[in-house]
């Protein structure tokens, strides 16, 4: 077996990386997840996961947590009504009463961030995630690495995956490809208790998701655990722009006046949901990876999700990405098929790129679909088929 007696780091614990464990434990292989978060209770940002069945779900099923999961997703949450910037509703899947299962084609049950998160680290052995490791660098030491936290720790490992994210400090010791910008950026917003806290759009979501589209912008929301929304403002902008906007992110009334200004066309409806976020906003510019990119693959280092393949979020793509990652990676880092865990990286690397860049140019067509001035017909279009 190729990772007998070898020690593996995973640097970062989100979905894929905690897939990843979770899968290479499954078969008996020596491996940490080192995490910058101070301790399990950190909040965890974003929106829910729609998990696909070709790849989220098909790594929680290899994973052996299916039932877990059955149990804990949000039934309803992936409804979805679409809406005009006067909050004027165009499509509503919760009419439909289509009943979706497990296994249906277009059936994508979401499940929160911080429950998955929940149940992938209660699938793992203790002390396998070491907490509060913020990664600085590494150095090369024997045919391993030897790995150097912000904390003053050090640990030494025979092979590291990245697994850090859109700004990940792994990847540049394998490539120096950078991101290039969408042209996109979206603020984001959460809202806790909204059904206290914003009553109009709590009522309207119903536990799902909005889309309201108008004049190229979009406000994009939806149902999150514990009874909290999240929401996105997204729109054509500068690559720097959440940095020269001179705006303070941590005050709603300044946040409001923005939107006011900048959705002039939109209803007041929206505006409730300024005004009662929990601040600060979060400014997030788009970015994605070059679709040609390729490196040299290395004996004793990879990467999997936004490390390797950060994509704009309008397929949906990004989790399931990472953690098909991490089921094709433990596959063949434990299979009989490959001489050499170099040979089986290359391998994992070469289709995982070509996956990546088909569902990247996906995210990038969608997204300048959703922001186009027909986004409303096209959308509509789309949803109809």
Not at 6 to 22: D, F, M, Y
Not at 204 to 227: C, D, P, R, S, V
Not at 329 to 347: D, G, H, P, Y
Request: hydrophobic share 40%.
């Amino acid at each position: 077996m190729l990772l007998e007696n070898k020690q593996i780091a995973i640097i970062g614990g989100g979905p894929g990386g905690l897939t990843l464990a979770r899968l290479l434990q499954l078969q008996n292989v020596n491996v940490k997840v080192y995490e910058r978060d101070l301790n399990k209770n950190a909040r965890v940002q974003g929106s829910p996961l729609d998990l696909h069945d070709e790849s989220g779900l098909a790594a929680i099923r290899k994973a052996n947590l299916f039932e877990e999961f059955k149990s804990n997703y949000m039934p309803g949450a992936d409804k979805t009504l679409i809406l005009n910037e006067c909050a004027e509703i165009f499509f509503n899947e919760h009419d439909r009463n289509r009943e979706e299962n497990f296994g249906d084609e277009y059936f994508r049950p979401e499940i929160d961030r911080g429950t998955l998160r929940k149940i992938l680290l209660e699938s793992l052995q203790p002390e396998t995630i070491v907490w509060d490791s913020h990664f600085i660098s590494m150095d090369a030491q024997n045919d391993g690495w030897l790995i150097h936290f912000k904390n003053g720790l050090s640990a030494y490992a025979d092979i590291v995956i990245g697994s850090d994210g859109a700004n990940s400090k792994i990847r540049p010791y394998i490539t120096n490809i950078k991101p290039l910008y969408s042209g996109i950026t979206m603020l984001e917003g959460n809202v806790y208790e909204s059904k206290i806290a914003t009553p109009t759009i709590h009522s309207l979501l119903k536990g799902g998701k909005i889309m309201a589209f108008g004049n190229t912008q979009n406000l994009l929301m939806g149902q999150k655990g514990g009874g909290a929304l999240g929401f996105y403002a997204s729109f054509k902008a500068d690559e720097n722009w959440a940095t020269t906007n001179g705006l303070d992110y941590t005050n709603n009334k300044q946040m409001l006046e923005w939107f006011k200004k900048t959705y002039t066309e939109w209803s007041t409806n929206w505006q409730e949901l300024f005004e009662n976020a929990t601040v600060p906003f979060i400014p997030r510019p788009i970015y994605y990876m070059p679709l040609n990119q390729t490196w040299e693959s290395l004996p004793n280092l990879t990467i999997i999700g936004d490390a390797a393949h950060v994509m704009p979020p309008f397929a949906g793509e990004g989790a399931n990405m990472a953690m098909l990652d991490a089921l094709e990676l433990s596959e063949f880092l434990t299979s009989e098929k490959f001489k050499t865990v170099q040979e089986a990286i290359a391998f994992y690397e070469n289709n995982m790129l070509e996956r990546a860049s088909k569902a990247t140019l996906e995210s990038i067509e969608n997204g300048e679909k959703m922001h186009s001035k027909e986004s409303l017909k096209t959308m509509l279009e789309f949803f109809n088929h």
